[in-house]
């Protein structure tokens, strides 16, 4: 990848680490980030406290890294490391910088500083495989689509953010024979973690998920609607789901609710029960407050999901890509 000297970060700007201190002045960085990009998904101080500052692989000190300007955040970069690697050591690096001072050559240092802590963390695995560092981008943002190409980035996939109403009240979807329906558990929550990893095991990008993985990620997730979340039975098997969260009360109308995870095991696809699921967990996030319903889509899913969600009333508003760069085991 290209190397670039610190003297391309402007004078008026330090890097160091994140603190727990910079919560709040993160909150407002990434929302305005998000803004200026077309993003309109509510993100919360607590969304930020348990993905980012609570996930359990972070270190602080090591892998964040915070721009300052006279005091005040102006960009970050976050590097995260996935589940633990079966095909590949897998990394996401997260940042944002404000859009007033963008196109300062801040947005390359703190990547680049991110890469070389990347490359840190798949030496400390001693593992015989690749590594893969992956980053997003809005679809129609070329400025930071020429920043991954010059750091050694290629485009490898698209998603798609979807979203429709729930005012109307859900789709009228059949139930599936031979299945029976019940809202998320506790006591089925490890059954639902094991339905995951068979429903994504021929998913880009996916390895099976750990129990604390899981329970940080997804039943632990801030705003985690209980009442919202949706399982399929066959006998005592969970055999697929609808892990969702409520509308956040402190944002003003539409409120949007979420459909986080969503997936059916290899062997019982094509017989409904993702529709069947979907249409449930839309009327339960009607039933606790939302306006409307998103959720996100690799447009390359190839159990057909995009035209799942189409078929149930859910339209593209939005696109992103994944760029990644590999970083070869020594030896090789």
Not at 85 to 100: M, N, Q, R, T
Not at 218 to 234: E, I, K, Q, T, Y
Not at 295 to 323: C, H, K, M, T
Request: with cysteine; net charge neutral.
């Amino acid at each position: 990848m290209t190397t670039l000297s610190r003297a391309s970060v402007p004078t008026d700007v330090t890097i160091r680490p994140l603190t727990a201190d910079d919560l709040p002045a993160l909150l407002d960085l990434v929302r305005a980030g998000r803004t200026a990009d077309g993003a309109t998904e509510p993100i919360t101080l607590e969304d930020i406290r348990h993905n980012w500052f609570g996930d359990p692989a972070t270190r602080l000190g090591t892998d964040t890294f915070g721009a300052i300007n006279v005091g005040r955040l102006v960009g970050f970069c976050w590097v995260l490391t996935k589940d633990r690697p079966e095909s590949a050591v897998k990394l996401f690096v997260a940042g944002e910088v404000h859009p007033d001072e963008r196109r300062r050559g801040i947005g390359t240092e703190l990547l680049r500083r991110a890469d070389a802590r990347a490359n840190e963390v798949f030496i400390d695995h001693r593992a015989a495989v690749t590594g893969e560092v992956f980053v997003e981008t809005p679809a129609d943002n070329p400025g930071r689509q020429a920043l991954f190409s010059d750091a050694g980035y290629r485009a490898v996939r698209t998603f798609a953010t979807m979203r429709r109403s729930v005012r109307g009240g859900p789709p009228a979807v059949p139930d599936p024979p031979g299945f029976t329906f019940v809202q998320w558990r506790p006591e089925l929550d490890d059954a639902t973690r094991l339905a995951h990893n068979d429903a994504f095991r021929d998913h880009w990008g996916s390895d099976p998920t750990t129990r604390e993985r899981w329970q940080h990620v997804v039943s632990g997730w801030p705003g985690f609607s209980r009442a919202a979340s949706w399982l399929a039975l066959d006998g005592d098997t969970v055999v697929g789901y609808t892990l969702c969260a409520a509308a956040d009360p402190t944002y003003d109308p539409p409120r949007l609710g979420w459909l986080g995870t969503i997936g059916v095991r290899r062997d019982y696809r094509r017989r409904g029960l993702a529709s069947a699921l979907i249409a449930r967990s839309l009327g339960s996030l009607r039933d606790v407050g939302a306006d409307e319903a998103g959720l996100d889509v690799d447009i390359d899913n190839p159990s057909g999901a995009p035209r799942v969600y189409e078929a149930l009333g859910f339209r593209i508003i939005r696109r992103s890509q994944i760029w990644s760069r590999t970083i070869e085991p020594r030896g090789t």
